[in-house]
């Protein structure tokens, strides 16, 4: 079983659609979890960072993590055309710890 | 806003020549890290540097690969006789450690291709 599974997608909706991205884990000792947005050949870039369970909100993008299930979710609300790219899950242990990232998933808003 | 930068944005060199890439961290971090990503596949952790010295790294990281902070703002990875399976995007990234804070900021990392 992979550390961190992702579905590759690639995942299409219309412009203003809600999208909805996860992840599963299997390494218990996760506690901080974050999201990344990466356009093609670019450096990843940080969108959502949540430590432990619960839920953040931040303009039109929400994380969820539920640590009793493994499960990692965000959501984007009023998807636009310019958050078409790859979606990175990515969680660490502790501090400083390294990050596990999943493959990413391809979004694709189309107008 | 403070960035992570990194240099050269592109790369490419013959099998076995010896790479250095670099990077300029923000300012206030502590702790640096190097990721890599082979084109189409998932970014994977290469070594973290904290206190002048790796504090972790990965299997990847075998003896053709060293860090160092060679002053107060650099961050260099070096590869010393690269393969061809070493092509790839190479990511720098940093972040505070303050109590929970562990967001990492990346770079938008050196394209490395040997050929």
């Known amino acids: 079983q992979k550390e961190v599974e992702q579905d590759p997608g690639p995942l299409s909706v219309p412009e203003g659609a809600i999208v909805s991205l996860n992840c599963t884990y299997s390494n218990s000792a996760f506690q901080y979890f974050m999201w990344y947005r990466q356009y093609s050949r670019k450096g990843p870039e940080l969108l959502m960072y949540?430590?432990?369970?619960g839920n953040k909100e931040d303009g039109r993008f929400t994380a969820q993590v539920d640590k009793s299930s493994k499960y990692i979710s965000l959501f984007i609300r009023d998807s636009q055309p310019s958050d078409s790219a790859t979606y990175l899950c990515?969680?660490?242990?502790?501090?400083?710890?390294?990050?596990?990232f999943g493959t990413g998933t391809q979004l694709k808003v189309e107008l | 806003e403070p960035e992570v930068t990194q240099t050269p944005s592109h790369q490419v060199t013959q099998m076995g020549q010896e790479v250095i890439l670099r990077c300029v961290p923000i300012s206030n971090h502590l702790y640096f890290y190097w990721y890599r990503q082979i084109l189409g596949q998932k970014v994977e952790f290469l070594v973290s540097?904290?206190?002048?010295?790796?504090?972790?790294k990965s299997e990847i990281f075998d003896d053709q690969f060293s860090v160092e902070r060679p002053d107060g703002s650099n961050f260099t990875l070096k590869i010393r006789s690269t393969k061809l399976e070493d092509s790839a995007m190479y990511f720098c990234?940093?972040?505070?450690?303050?109590?929970?804070?562990?967001?990492?900021?990346f770079g938008p990392g050196t394209r490395l291709t040997v050929l």
């Open positions: 949540t430590y432990s369970s």
């Open positions: 990234a940093s972040s505070e450690r303050q109590g929970s804070h562990n967001e990492q900021f």
């Open positions: 990515a969680m660490s242990r502790g501090g400083g710890n390294k990050l596990t």
């Open positions: 540097f904290y206190n002048n010295e790796i504090s972790e």
